[in-house]
């Protein structure tokens, strides 16, 4: 599939996912819990602490569809500015700016209409103004050059067609010495083609995900230095079962191949100051 019509794909599909969720029918995508009727999917489910989300709208909490938790492990600073890669329904831009404050700004970034949507219905419903939602796309980010002192993102660069422009627009926005403090589903090792080629995982991000060796390389060939990746959960052949069943991929017969090697991980790099 071309690198367009794979970013209309997921364009289309995670615009399914906002109406969904914005009418109360729960979120999907991430872990595909959206082929598995009423299923909590391992992936997005448990990610926030309750009081860390007690006074957020309910629908930008229902509307999580990550894989971690990047403002509770990044390093947020009163009047900093904060940059969420695909910030679906604004969960972690309106974490975000509590940590800034008044004096700092979060913007969201998300190239679905249906997303900014909710996020912005949220932010009102939250009444947060240091707060700003653009469409735009990680591959083309709209904002100038070093104006960002960190960039969050909660299992979106899995989902981006071309991951290194996706890394040079965020170390070209980052300020030297900014910081790179991202959630995603990276890989250990070598994953069958199969899994590979769906696009269904692709949706679900899965098969998009990059090895974590190669992530590494690619943050380091985009500039970035300090990189390291630390895993968070780790899945097994039982988390992947009905999702890989769905995608029609026999989950027994890859087995071997796939247990352990999918991980939720946060991923850290710093623009060199
Ligand atoms: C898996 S959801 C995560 C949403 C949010 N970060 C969260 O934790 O709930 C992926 C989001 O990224 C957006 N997205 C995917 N690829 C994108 C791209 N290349 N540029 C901008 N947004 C993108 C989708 O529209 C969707 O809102």
């Known amino acids: 599939m071309s690198e367009t019509n794979l970013r209309d794909l997921v364009r289309e599909r995670y615009g399914e996912a906002a109406r969904r969720a914005a009418t109360g029918g729960g979120s999907a995508c991430c872990g595909g819990a959206s082929a598995i009727a009423g299923a909590k999917d391992p992936i997005t489910s448990n990610l926030y602490g309750a009081n860390q989300t007690l006074d957020l709208p309910s629908a930008a909490v229902s509307a999580s ?13 009163e009047g900093e500015t904060v940059l969420d890669l695909g910030s679906g329904g604004g969960i972690d831009v309106l974490l975000s700016s509590r940590r800034v404050g008044p004096s700092g700004k979060v913007y969201g970034l998300d190239m679905t209409d249906e997303m900014l949507a909710l996020a912005r219905e949220n932010q009102a419903v939250a009444r947060v103004t240091n707060v700003e939602f653009l469409k735009g796309e990680l591959e083309n980010i709209p904002l100038p050059d070093g104006t960002v002192d960190v960039i969050i993102s909660n299992c979106v660069v899995n989902l981006s067609a071309d991951k290194d422009r996706a890394l040079s627009e965020a170390f070209r ?101």
């Open 65 to 77: 569809l990550g894989c971690g938790n990047p403002t509770a492990l990044a390093e947020l600073h």
């Open 173 to 273: 926005v980052l300020k030297p010495g900014g910081r790179f403090a991202v959630s995603d589903v990276v890989v250990r090792g070598a994953v069958p083609a199969e899994v590979r080629r769906s696009v269904e995982l692709w949706i679900g991000c899965l098969a998009g995900a990059l090895e974590e060796k190669e992530f590494e390389a690619k943050l380091r060939k985009a500039g970035f230095g300090d990189v390291s990746i630390t895993p968070t959960r780790v899945y097994t052949i039982e988390d992947a079962r009905d999702f890989l069943s769905a995608a029609g991929i026999d989950a027994d017969a890859i087995a071997p191949q796939v247990e352990g090697k999918f991980m939720s991980a946060f991923v850290r790099a710093k623009k060199p100051a």
